[in-house]
């Protein structure tokens, strides 16, 4: 029975049964699509590490999987017929089934020589690349089937799109927020499982409406999109306004994982506001302009200015993360109408899409692989600020040296506010200069709001400062895991990986055995252990964290000390007696075990009377290595009476609880210690520390708790974090 010849009630229920049947299923694609990708990356960290570049590099091979699946849509609308369209599609849905429920491949191994990056995307384009390719293709998919269903605004299918990025909020979300507090991976994979397969049915039923559609008014097989018309330069602009706020985002979010550790919610957060500034600028309201946005947009460059520049202590990170979500979502927002303004008519939409993917994609590239290589240190943020405020340079403007001259002068005073010229220690180095800066900083732009070249000379002077390389660094440098410098200050050498400082040596030292200084001085728990009569007593001890090896300088000469380190740049800093001399003084012939320590303390027959965890760069915290399998794993490595330390000094999260807790389902006993040195050990290079200890053997623990410094460790019978569910949020020291 053909449409027309159905009653006007039969007629109706078919539109919208359409409607809603075309709209539930690009919700839910896009729902599966985004939710993935916070599941895939916590499955993928225990085989890499709990680096915050996981994400960045996670996300660029997102990106470039969403580019080739929108040029799969298009070529697939433009070729072929709708039959072999719905063939096509479904056959590759159901070979992405094979691939499912998610998992890592238990083969797969990291390998420290090789490429970090390279080997995150192999395990990921292995593990979820073909399941979230036939995801990423139906956006513009679905919208073109659309057109040949008959349906309600077949003619402008764009709502569709609303629906695709709400779906795509939601689920970002829904991860962090339900799914991962009380779900395990496992779990949340087989539910996404579920959702697959229910997404196919939806598909395959999508498929029919619209060929059913096709039969009542054939439309040629041939795509209605094509290029013709668009200048390289129109596509070129829609790219680079596209990078800018891919590129801010994964600066942002790395960041905030450098501090506060790599998880679903630090991740989502800055993608989830990325993500709204797309639904809010392609909303059809006439209000919402770039011209309306433009002060907005200027504060936020103002304030972004401030938040990357030294104004702000790193103690005050937690705000000083609070404030960049409003940065990111009004640049983000500025640039995506800017976008939206731009747009094209229909009939060139899809490459106006793949445009928008290949600059979200071009931006994770710059981030997670270009970046790396070509800076010694983390600028990418700071970059991608100067084009933020290139992006004003898209309206009419007409240049003049005099536009420089003039901006180049007015950043004089702004410059003297930040500190980076002169000398205002009177304001402090906090909220108080913080805000004197804004202030500054902003007035100047919005004096300048109308003259774009100025606005960007301005922010460009104010951020250059921010790429020189450390005074008096010795050196300054950057891996896949973060960033390393090393420079005096006060008679002291000291190593800063991330934002924390990983180890100090007095440069007096030099030329004979050095006293461990930092976290490691002689006064300090870990020293405590290893100095003891039973660590002076012990033959094996494993040290997971190499820092700069101070811990060596307890070595005794019958002992055997192996270091085990993911970073293998972390391993050349401690090792260059340039730099510093305890490894070269104290162990030049202990070897470093370069990788996960996990994945090494488990592929290798190790049996240690100490092992000592102390692998965390920044305040991150490697969940992985501290969950109730980790901990199993540790002790199956010690001897019947060894010690395993666990060095947890944080800024923000508190693991004594959580270690509590695995060390009670595991029998296993605990002490703890909170070690305070005073303001004179303090100007000596020691620093506090807390410290855990644990051993099967409850007599060596009291040895410990007899000597007064330590307390017992104590569980609250709280579910013990395990690999399939662990909440670092539930360790944040409120």
Not at 115 to 121: C, E, F, G, K
Not at 170 to 191: K, N, Q, T, W
Not at 405 to 426: H, K
Request: net charge neutral; proline share 5%; aromatic share 12%.
């Amino acid at each position: 029975m053909s449409i027309s010849s159905m009653g006007y009630s039969d007629r109706v229920w078919i539109r919208t049964a359409t409607i809603v049947t075309f709209t539930l299923t690009i919700f839910v694609s896009a729902s599966l699509l985004f939710f993935v990708q916070p599941l895939y990356a916590k499955l993928v960290l225990p085989k890499i590490g709990g680096a915050p570049a996981v994400w960045t590099t996670a996300m660029l091979f997102f990106q470039v999987v969403l580019i080739f699946g929108y040029l799969y849509a298009h070529l697939l609308t433009k070729w072929l017929p709708l039959r072999w369209q719905l063939l096509t599609h479904v056959l590759f849905w159901l070979t992405a089934l094979t691939f499912l429920p998610l998992s890592t491949s238990e083969s797969w191994s990291y390998d420290a020589s090789q490429s970090t990056a390279l080997q995150t995307l192999e395990l990921f384009a292995l593990g979820v690349g073909l399941p979230f390719a036939v995801l990423s293709a139906n956006a513009p998919l679905l919208q073109a089937w659309y057109t040949r269903s008959g349906g309600p605004s077949a003619d402008d299918p764009y709502f569709l799109y609303s629906a695709s990025n709400v779906g795509s909020l939601l689920a970002l979300l829904a991860f962090p927020l339900l799914a991962d507090p009380f779900l395990g991976a496992r779990e949340i994979s087989y539910v996404w499982f579920v959702g697959f397969v229910v997404f196919g049915g939806l598909l395959i039923f999508c498929g029919m409406l619209a060929m059913q559609g096709t039969r009542q008014t054939p439309v040629s097989t041939a795509a209605q999109t094509s290029s013709h018309g668009l200048s390289a330069k129109q596509i070129a602009v829609w790219i680079g306004v596209a990078f800018v706020p891919s590129s801010l985002m994964l600066s942002i979010t790395t960041k905030v994982s450098t501090d506060l550790g790599s998880m679903p919610l630090i991740w989502v957060i800055p993608l989830a506001v990325y993500i709204m500034s797309f639904i809010v600028a392609f909303a059809k309201w006439e209000r919402l302009t770039t011209a309306g946005l433009q002060v907005p947009t200027l504060l936020a460059l103002a304030c972004g200015a401030v938040l990357l520049s030294d104004t702000v202590r790193q103690e005050a990170a937690p705000i000083v993360i609070l404030a960049y979500v409003p940065v990111l979502l009004v640049i983000a927002l500025f640039a995506h109408r800017l976008l939206f303004e731009l747009r094209p008519p229909a009939e060139h939409l899809t490459v106006f899409y793949i445009a928008l993917s290949v600059g979200g994609a071009l931006g994770g590239l710059f981030n997670s692989i270009i970046a790396p290589v070509a800076f010694s240190q983390e600028i990418e943020a700071q970059f991608t600020l100067i084009l933020a405020a290139a992006l004003f340079l898209l309206r009419p403007w007409t240049f003049s040296p005099r536009h420089i001259t003039i901006a180049c002068l007015a950043s004089v005073p702004v410059l003297l506010v930040f500190g980076t010229i002169g000398n205002l220690d009177v304001l402090g180095h906090g909220l108080l200069r913080a805000s004197a800066a804004f202030i500054t900083l902003a007035t100047v732009l919005w004096l300048f709001r109308d003259y774009a070249l100025r606005i960007v000379a301005v922010i460009a002077v104010v951020m250059v400062p921010s790429f020189r390389a450390m005074d008096g660094a010795m050196l300054q440098d950057r891996s896949f895991f973060g960033t390393h410098s090393v420079y005096s200050e006060n008679g002291l050498r000291i190593y800063n990986n991330g934002t924390t400082t990983h180890g100090v040596q007095r440069e007096e030292d030099y030329g004979r055995r050095p006293t461990p200084m930092s976290y490691y001085h002689p006064d300090g728990p870990m020293a405590q252990v290893i100095t003891s009569e039973f660590g002076a007593q012990a033959d094996q001890i494993g040290i997971v964290g190499l820092g700069i090896g101070a811990l060596a300088c307890y070595k005794k000469p019958s002992q055997t000390w192996a270091f085990f380190e993911i970073d293998a740049m972390v391993d050349g800093v401690a090792r260059n007696p340039a730099l510093f001399s305890y490894l070269s003084e104290c162990a030049p012939n202990s070897k470093t075990h370069l990788g996960d320590a996990r994945i090494v303390l488990a592929q290798n027959e190790f049996e240690f009377d100490i092992l000592v965890l102390d692998a965390y760069s920044s305040d991150a915290i490697p969940m992985h290595l501290v969950t109730k399998e980790a901990v199993q794993m540790y002790s199956d490595r010690l001897s019947s009476d060894g010690v395993l330390v666990f060095h947890i000094s944080n800024r923000y999260y508190n693991l004594a609880t959580p270690l509590a807790r695995i060390a009670h389902s595991l029998g296993l006993h605990g002490a703890a210690q909170a070690h305070v040195v005073d303001d004179e050990a303090l100007k000596q290079g020691a620093a506090s520390s807390v410290v855990v200890i644990m051993s099967p053997d409850h007599s060596r623990i009291n040895s410990f708790l007899n000597q007064g410094n330590w307390v017992p460790l104590t569980a609250d019978h709280k579910t013990p974090w395990t690999d399939d569910r662990a909440n670092l949020l539930s360790a944040l020291k409120w």
